[in-house]
T-cell receptor, first 115, second 114 residues
Framework: AQSVTQPDIHITVSEGASLELRCNYS??????LFWYVQSPGQGLQLLLK??????LVQGIKGFEAEFKRSQSSFNLRKPSVHWSDAAEYFC?????????????FGTGTRLLVSP | DTAVSQTPKYLVTQMGNDKSIKCEQN?????MYWYKQDSKKFLKIMFS???????INETVPNRFSPKSPDKAHLNLHINSLELGDSAVYFC?????????????FGSGTQLSVL
């Protein structure tokens, strides 16, 4: 069955430091991969997505992610974290169920930013 | 203008009651979804509709009945509420519903069943 694993439940990073959030997926074909961010009390917002082409994708708010087929990974990175980046981050695989999208989410990683 | 709006934001009710959550999107999208987020923040799809037609029903109990009067609205009615229904319910929409599309999420409805 298709699945998404985010091994880190929470991560604390100092403001200005770099960030990498891990995501591994299990899927037979080339997946459609997404990173969403959820701020407290809010819905999810798309940061970036990958479905073909360049394996390094750029997103909003200075985030990027790299698709590595050999490692079944799609890790999210940011070179310098800001306090406003504190949130819950979700990796997801987009499946074409009956031709329509069904997102399978990882369990999320909570990012804490220390001063 | 809020792109995907859902009401109410909070819903506290007793076991056995029936309640509804409403969702509207003003993006002109064809596809709408309901996702459930449990207390551990795990998100799982419940339903999706495309142009008012049910596309995905992810083995959700019959007590949950979505209704889409038009493609801009997708409401969720829940009968005989149980403690385990306590969660945050998110409505979302996407342009056509294909697998690589961006979803636009509402801000969620926190349901607490006592």
């Amino acid at each position: 069955a298709q699945s998404v694993t985010q091994p880190d439940i929470h991560i604390t990073v100092s403001e200005g430091a770099s960030l990498e959030l891990r995501c591994n997926y299990s899927y037979g074909a080339t997946p459609y991969l997404f990173w969403y961010v959820q701020s407290p009390g809010q819905g999810l917002q798309l940061l970036l997505k990958y479905f073909s082409g360049d394996t390094l994708v750029q997103g909003i708010k200075g985030f990027e992610a790299e698709f590595k087929r050999s490692q079944s990974s799609f890790n999210l990175r940011k070179p310098s974290v800001h306090w406003s980046d504190a949130a819950e981050y979700f990796c997801a695989v987009g499946l074409a169920d009956t031709g329509f999208q069904k997102l399978v989410f990882g369990t999320g990683t909570r990012l804490l930013v220390s001063p | 203008d809020t792109a995907v709006s859902q009401t109410p934001k909070y819903l506290v009710t007793q076991m056995g009651n029936d309640k509804s959550i409403k969702c509207e999107q003003n993006l002109g999208h064809d596809t709408m979804y309901w996702y459930k987020q449990d207390s551990k923040k795990f998100l799982k799809i419940m339903f999706s509709y495309n142009n008012k037609e049910l596309i995905i029903n992810e083995t959700v109990p019959n007590r949950f009945s979505p209704k889409s009067p038009d493609k801009a609205h997708l409401n969720l009615h829940i009968n005989s509420l149980e403690l385990g229904d306590s969660a945050v319910y998110f409505c979302a929409s996407s342009q056509t519903g294909v697998a690589n599309e961006k979803l636009f999420f509402g801000s969620g409805t926190q349901l607490s069943v006592l």
